[in-house]
């Protein structure tokens, strides 16, 4: 099974962007699925996470500039990013669990190529 993220792009300080992951064979129906990213030089960083009841929880200094969804036939997982700021600038990618929905990314059993994200000053 494949994860796919798609929506990055290059955009101005202040901007937003709306991410989206879908899964190539399954809908995230039964699963969590999280978000993180990884910038340049750096180890992975949590995001935001949604269970597949749509319980939701998000890294603090993302709260209220973050906003994690799915849509009604759980086949898209969409991340939608307000106020960017250069230190957002990163890959991001989503990860799924059928049994974990928490912050660390080994913990997820998959995880997908990432989409770029760049901020510009």
């Known amino acids: 099974v494949q994860l796919q993220a798609s929506g990055g792009g290059l955009v101005q300080a202040g901007g937003s962007l709306k991410l989206s992951c879908a899964a190539s064979e399954h809908t995230f129906s039964r699963y969590n699925v999280a978000w993180f990213r990884r910038a340049p030089g750096k180890e992975p960083e949590f995001v935001s996470a949604?269970?597949?009841?749509?319980?939701?929880f998000y890294t603090e200094s993302m709260k209220g500039r973050f906003d994690i969804s799915g849509d009604a036939a759980k086949k898209t997982v969409y991340l939608q990013m307000n106020g960017l700021k250069l230190e957002d600038t990163a890959d991001y990618f989503c990860a799924e669990s059928v049994t974990y929905f928490g912050t660390t990314l080994k913990r997820y059993t998959n995880w997908g190529q990432g989409t770029q994200v760049t901020v510009s000053s």
């Open positions: 949604i269970s597949w009841r749509g319980d939701t």
